[in-house]
C-alpha cells in the first residue's frame, strides 16, 4: 500500500490546518492508521491512530481536545484535524498503517512521505 500525505503548510498560533492521508494499492479497511511527526533535532512521536474498521481512536496527550482524527470510507482517506496548533506542534506529519491499533511506531509497516506543518508564534 501506498500512503500519501497532504495538507501541511505555514500557519500562525491558534489557527488551523487539515492533513489528509491517502491510500493506494489497497484500502484501509483492516488496517488502524497513525499520525506521528518529527520536530527538528527530536524523535519521532506518535499523534493519532484510529482503527479503520471500528473507528477507535488513541490521542497522544500534547494533542488531545485540539486534534481530531477521522476517516472518510469512500474516499480511502485519513483526516487529522488540528485546531488551536501551537508552535510546538511544528513538525513533519507522517501517516502510516498498522494491523493493530498503536501508539508505537515499531507497530507500523507503511508510512508516507510525510508533509511539513510549521506554527508560527
Known amino acids: 500500500v501506498q500512503l500519501q500525505a497532504s495538507g501541511g503548510g505555514l500557519v500562525q498560533a491558534g489557527g488551523s490546518l487539515r492533513l489528509s492521508c491517502a491510500a493506494s494499492?489497497?484500502?484501509?479497511?483492516?488496517?488502524?492508521v497513525g499520525w506521528f511527526r518529527q520536530a527538528p533535532g527530536k524523535e519521532r512521536e506518535f499523534v493519532a491512530a484510529?482503527?479503520?474498521?471500528?473507528?477507535?481512536?488513541y490521542y497522544a496527550d500534547s494533542v488531545k481536545g485540539r486534534f481530531t482524527i477521522s476517516r472518510d470510507n469512500a474516499k480511502n482517506t485519513v483526516y487529522l484535524q488540528m485546531n488551536r496548533l501551537k508552535p510546538e506542534d511544528t513538525a513533519v506529519y507522517y501517516c502510516?498503517?498498522?494491523?493493530?491499533?498503536?501508539?508505537?511506531?515499531?507497530?507500523?509497516?507503511?508510512w508516507g512521505q510525510g508533509t511539513l506543518v510549521t506554527v508560527s508564534s
Open positions: 484510529i482503527n479503520w474498521s471500528t473507528g477507535n481512536t
Open positions: 494499492g489497497r484500502t484501509f479497511s483492516s488496517y488502524s
Open positions: 502510516a498503517t498498522s494491523t493493530v491499533l498503536a501508539y508505537t511506531e515499531y507497530a507500523y509497516e507503511y
